[in-house]
T-cell receptor, first 114, second 114 residues
Framework: DTEVTQTPKHLVMGMTNKKSLKCEQH?????MYWYKQKAKKPPELMFV???????INESVPSRFSPECPNSSLLNLHLHALQPEDSALYLC?????????????FGPGTRLTVT | AQKITQTQPGMFVQEKEAVTLDCTYD???????LFWYKQPSSGEMIFLIY??????QNATEGRYSLNFQKARKSANLVISASQLGDSAMYFC???????????FGAGTRLFVKA
């Protein structure tokens, strides 16, 4: 099973709202990722968790707050977002780090900030 | 610094024909991995194929093969017997040894004509 699930599939939120994106994998992967993807662009890395600890934060604004409650779950908490934050948010997981460790992606959450 | 270049913004191919999507890369690492991902309009990034820098043989996965020319730093994806369902965005990507970061190219949009 190479499935990564993400909920919700679509999300519309106002700039004062608080919402969360959820990601889950059951492949036993120890690294999990959040990416942001704008239309017709490649994904941009936001955060990486390794063994449930934050390893990489790509200078993401604090209105995005990641959380890794356990090795299978990854959340992205959203607060006071801006319209330019509207994008496809992809979660991914991999066995570990390094060149051989391919990432498996979820279907994404399409976020619209109004 | 690592870099991936995909010079074909869009490609057309007739159904049942083969197509080559170009990818060149730049890295100072000796050990690295090269990946191709497919992204349909639904948004999910689908892992297609992997090539390690020390692999002597070109990778193949079903109708996908990777034409790896290390001296030229190219990793072209060949899709044989194109199908309508192959219409999608294709991303070439690279990951260095020991790292979490995956560098993506700008992508090539493939259109398969009936």
């Amino acid at each position: 099973d190479t499935e990564v699930t993400q909920t919700p599939k679509h999300l519309v939120m106002g700039m004062t709202n608080k919402k969360s994106l959820k990601c889950e994998q059951h492949m036993g992967h120890r690294a999990m990722y959040w990416y942001k993807q704008k239309a017709k662009k490649p994904p941009e890395l936001m955060f990486v968790y390794s063994y449930e600890k934050l390893s990489i934060n790509e200078s993401v604004p604090s209105r995005f707050s990641p959380e890794c409650p356990n090795s299978s779950l990854l959340n992205l908490h959203l607060h006071a977002l801006q319209p330019e934050d509207s994008a496809l948010y992809l979660c991914a997981s991999s066995q570990g780090r390094g060149g051989r460790s391919e990432q498996y992606f979820g279907p994404g959450t399409r976020l619209t900030v109004t | 610094a690592q870099k991936i270049t995909q010079t074909q913004p869009g490609m057309f191919v007739q159904e049942k024909e083969a197509v080559t999507l170009d990818c060149t890369y730049d890295t100072s690492d000796q050990s690295y991995g090269l990946f191709w991902y497919k992204q349909p309009s639904s948004g999910e990034m689908i892992f297609l194929i992997y090539q390690g820098s020390y692999d002597e043989q070109n990778a193949t996965e079903g109708r996908y093969s990777l034409n790896f020319q290390k001296a030229r730093k190219s990793a072209n994806l060949v899709i044989s017997a194109s199908q309508l369902g192959d219409s999608a965005m294709y991303f070439c990507a690279m990951r260095g040894a020991g790292g979490f970061k995956t560098i993506f190219g700008a992508g090539t949009r493939l259109f398969v004509k009936a």
